[in-house]
Structures are given as C-alpha cells and as structure tokens.
C-alpha cells in the first residue's frame, strides 16, 4: 500500500520499512523523510523515531549538520570555541516526487532547503532485497547536487572543532536495549576501536537481531564509519571527517551504504558472508 505521504517497503511479500516523506515536525528537528519502523524479516524493529535521548533521531535516512551553516540534522549547533548552541539555522528535506516506486523500492527527488532558498537536490535510490529466509538488504545510495550559484561545503562537528563527532550523511538510529549492543567489523572490536576507522563494513549485534553496514562504492568506503554503542545504538558514514566536503555548482556528492538486517546474532563469518552477497560488484 502506497500514499502521497508514505509507502511500505516489502521483502518477499513481508512488509519490513516504512518511508514516510512528509513528516510533521518541529522546525528545531530539521524535517526530512525518514525510514521508520524498519524490522527484520520475522518482525523485530530495528530503528528508533525521535527517541528521549535525541528526539532529532529519525530511523534511518540522510543527515548532515552543517551545509554552509545550515543545521539539516537536528537540534543544536556546534560552534567552534563555544560548543553545542542553539541556533535558528535549521534545514528542511522536502520530497518532490517519485521517479520509481514499486514495492520492494524507489527512486525519489528531493531539494534541500534553508533560509528560503535551494542548497541541494537530491535523488534518493532505496531498494530491499531478500538475501536469506533470515536476512534481507536495505540498499540506499544517496546524490547530493550543488544547485546554487557558487560553492558550498558539508562540515560535522568535528570539523568545526569538536574531535570524534564527525557524524553527518547516512545515519541509522538502531534500537536501544537494557544491554549495549556489540560493535565489530572483520578485524576489531568495540565502539573505541571501531569509531572514526575505515572499514569495508562494520556491525551492529542487539539481542536478537543484527545490522551490518557495508560502504558499496571505493568512495563510500573511504568515509570513516561513525558509531555509538554505549549512549545509544547508531551507525553513520561520514561525510566530513576531519575536513569539510567541497561540492561546487553543478558537482554532485554521491554515496552507497548497504545494510543486512538479520534476525539474530550473527559473528565476523556469518556478517562477511551476508554482506558479500548483498554488496553487488
């Protein structure tokens, strides 16, 4: 079932996401369309909308805080030698149509606006796909195209002084257990060590279920992962780790991230085998 507003995703007739493209929220959120809930394939949800801890949290989608000063993230800013600070700079994703729409995925055209005026457009590619009886694939590729007269750049925190916080581009809120979920990638372990590295891909193991995140493009693999266990469960790509991301008029900035959502725990083997059946060459 589709509608203007949202449409279901479904993976062997099962519905396992839903995409919502006209949110109702507050200014302060930076609006934009989010996937929300996303289960694996016996149902376990495996994302978080707006949670207590950052209600700027929206499931899965794209998020970037700072576009020549615009917040398109969510809450407050951070300014360098003055830390987070509540600003009146937010951002809006607005959805403009669908190119594709079926349902096991879209194509969607979206601009990015801020102060009134256009930043970006963007075409979204969002596909699900069925791996095993157990497993299936999220595959979101992401075209920023710079529509204004002159150049701009995406910052993080990070880049504007804040060390560790380069988050910013593809985001999942996972959800949050009693427990941290376990982080681990085919050679480390741990948030401490799997934060700010490169790597082809990085997992993600709650309870019951487990996301594994794969760059599918040698540029998307050259961003650094962003990862949170302890204080809440999420996983981004960034952007813009130690330095800003330049996109001059007319340049288009594009990213691939493919995601196993996987009923139960599944270790280093089972998480390589799953992904090099999902990233395609």
């Not at 279901?8 to 302060?28: I, K």
């Not at 504007?160 to 581009?169: C, E, L, Q, S, W």
């Amino acid at each position: 079932m589709t509608t203007d507003e949202s449409l279901v995703l479904r993976v062997a007739g099962r519905p396992v996401g839903r995409y919502l493209t006209r949110p109702e929220l507050p200014e302060r959120h930076s609006p934009r369309p989010y996937l929300h809930p996303v289960t694996t394939l016996s149902g376990t949800a495996v994302t978080e909308l707006s949670p207590a801890d950052h209600l700027h949290h929206l499931g899965v989608g794209v998020a970037v805080p700072d576009v020549e000063g615009h917040n398109f993230w969510g809450g407050r800013t951070y300014v360098r030698d003055q830390g987070p600070t509540e600003l009146d700079n937010h951002g809006s994703q607005r959805h403009t149509a669908f190119q594709l729409r079926d349902p096991d995925g879209f194509v969607e055209e979206l601009r990015w606006l801020a102060s009134g005026k256009e930043l970006l457009r963007e075409r979204r590619t969002v596909a699900a796909t069925e791996l095993t009886d157990s497993a299936w694939a999220l595959d979101f590729t992401f075209s920023l195209t710079n529509t204004t007269d002159g150049p701009l750049s995406i910052g993080s925190p990070a880049t504007n002084g804040r060390p560790g916080a380069a988050y910013g581009g593809f985001f999942w809120r996972a959800r949050k257990e009693a427990a941290a979920p376990r982080v681990f990638t085919a050679d480390a372990e741990g948030e401490s060590e799997v934060h700010g590295a490169r790597a082809d891909w990085l997992a993600l193991a709650g309870g019951n279920w487990t996301l594994v995140f794969a760059g599918a493009t040698d540029t998307t693999r050259r961003d650094p992962w962003f990862v949170r266990a302890e204080e809440y469960p999420g996983v981004g790509s960034s952007l813009a780790h130690t330095e800003r991301l330049p996109i001059e008029p007319g340049e288009t900035a594009v990213r691939r991230v493919v995601t196993v959502v996987a009923d139960g725990t599944l270790d280093r083997g089972g998480a390589a085998a799953l992904v090099r059946k999902a990233v395609s060459p």
